[in-house]
C-alpha cells in the first residue's frame, strides 16, 4: 500500500519559519507530480503549492515569494519551506502525490495531514 507520511508542523509566532516534509513510500514505480493543499476550519480544502515529475512548479497567489516547494526523487519526499508566516496560514496541511504503482494502477494519495498554527 502506497503511504504518504508528512511531518514538520506544529506552532510558530507571525513572521517565524516551518520545513513540512512528506515522505511516499510503499509499492511505487513512478511518482508523478507532488502538492501540498491546506484546510482552515470553516473552508475547503486548497492547493498551496505543486511540483511536476521534472521540477516545474505552481503557488498559490497568497504565498508567492513566502514557500518554496522541493523535491528529491531519490528521497521519494517532498519538501514545503515557509517563511515569513501570517496567522491566515493556520490549517492543516496536506501532502498529495500522483503514483503508479508496481502492479501498474495509478491513483492519487493524501497524507494524513499536519497542523500549522501561526500565533500574531
Known amino acids: 500500500q502506497v503511504q504518504l507520511v508528512e511531518s514538520g508542523g506544529g506552532l510558530v509566532q507571525s513572521g517565524g519559519s516551518l520545513r513540512l516534509s512528506c515522505a511516499v513510500s510503499g509499492p511505487t514505480f513512478k511518482i508523478y507530480s507532488m502538492a501540498w493543499h491546506r484546510q482552515a476550519p470553516g473552508k475547503p480544502r486548497d492547493l498551496v503549492a505543486g511540483?511536476?515529475?521534472?521540477?516545474?512548479?505552481y503557488y498559490e497567489e497568497a504565498v508567492k515569494g513566502r514557500f518554496t516547494i522541493s523535491r528529491d526523487n531519490a528521497k521519494n519526499t517532498v519538501y514545503l519551506e515557509m517563511n515569513n508566516l501570517k496567522p491566515e496560514d493556520t490549517a492543516v496541511y496536506y501532502c498529495?502525490?500522483?503514483?503508479?504503482?508496481?502492479?501498474?494502477?495509478?491513483?492519487?494519495?493524501w497524507g494524513q495531514g499536519t497542523q500549522v498554527t501561526v500565533s500574531s
Open positions: 498529495n502525490s500522483d503514483v503508479r504503482s508496481t502492479d501498474g494502477g495509478l491513483q492519487s494519495y
Open positions: 511540483i511536476a515529475t521534472y521540477g516545474t512548479t
